[in-house]
């Protein structure tokens, strides 16, 4: 079985960027390595187009990338292979595409005191831990630690913190490795 890494920390800390220098690493340790993305981010507007595309622009050219703002399961169980590293960039965004796929667009966001999760996310949140174990490729998977404030305004904040915080015990809990990073630095908490 694959031993995969869990990588946490806040928006801008570093995540990604070490993530894709252990990537880079790990292809180097021997001929035939390949690392694949597997990129969750919709580009809805032109400030997430942009920030796509710099994330994009910094991945090295042999890297394959993979497009699964929802399916993320079935896009990891695609690309998994022996000689592959699977990087997941970032479990935030596919979490924040599935609950709002949940929702009902003519539904006013203001006006809910509570919302429960979804069909969808939780069936994306089983498929994810289900498939995990059977991969044979290493997985990074990067994601926001969103906890460390206070309890957020609004039904559909609190739902989307508490459901990131669930997510990442749940994957913590399968994961041989789990890394903190903040301002750059980097915390082993796990393995």
Same mark, same amino acid.
């Given at each position: 079985?694959?031993?995969?890494?869990?990588?946490?920390?806040?928006?801008?800390?570093?995540?990604?960027?070490?993530?894709?220098?252990?990537?880079? @690493?790990?292809?180097?340790?021997?001929?035939?390595?390949?690392?694949?993305?597997? @990129?969750?981010?919709?580009?809805? /507007?032109?400030?997430?187009?942009?920030?796509?595309?710099? =994330?994009?622009?910094?991945?090295?050219?042999?890297?394959?990338?993979?497009?699964?703002?929802?399916?993320?399961?079935?896009?990891?169980?695609?690309?998994?292979?022996?000689?592959?590293?699977?990087?997941? +960039?970032?479990?935030?965004?596919?979490?924040?595409?599935?609950?709002?796929? +949940?929702?009902? !667009?003519?539904?006013?966001? +203001?006006?809910?005191?509570?919302?429960?999760?979804?069909?969808?996310?939780?069936? *994306?949140?089983?498929?994810?831990?289900?498939?995990?174990?059977?991969?044979?490729?290493?997985?990074?998977?990067? *994601?926001?630690?969103?906890? =460390?404030?206070?309890? !957020?305004?609004?039904? $559909?904040?609190?739902? &989307?913190? /508490?459901?990131?915080?669930?997510? =990442?015990?749940?994957?913590?809990?399968?994961?041989?490795?789990?890394? &903190?990073?903040?301002?750059?630095? $980097?915390?082993?908490?796990?393995?």
């Amino acid at each position: 079985m694959a031993e995969h890494t869990l990588i946490l920390g806040g928006a801008r800390s570093g995540k990604s960027a070490w993530a894709e220098r252990q990537a880079s @690493a790990w292809a180097a340790e021997a001929p035939g390595r390949e690392v694949v993305v597997v @990129a969750t981010g919709e580009a809805r /507007d032109e400030e997430m187009r942009a920030r796509i595309a710099a =994330h994009q622009a910094q991945r090295p050219a042999g890297w394959q990338t993979v497009e699964a703002p929802l399916a993320l399961a079935e896009a990891l169980a695609a690309a998994d292979g022996p000689q592959r590293l699977l990087l997941v +960039d970032c479990l935030t965004l596919w979490l924040t595409n599935l609950l709002l796929a +949940d929702l009902p !667009p003519e539904l006013d966001l +203001d006006s809910v005191r509570a919302l429960q999760p979804g069909p969808r996310w939780q069936a *994306g949140r089983a498929a994810l831990l289900a498939v995990l174990p059977r991969l044979q490729a290493p997985v990074l998977l990067i *994601g926001n630690e969103v906890g =460390h404030g206070i309890v !957020p305004l609004g039904a $559909v904040n609190r739902l &989307f913190v /508490d459901e990131s915080g669930r997510l =990442h015990q749940a994957l913590a809990a399968q994961c041989a490795r789990v890394r &903190f990073v903040m301002a750059g630095c $980097v915390l082993p908490l796990k393995g």
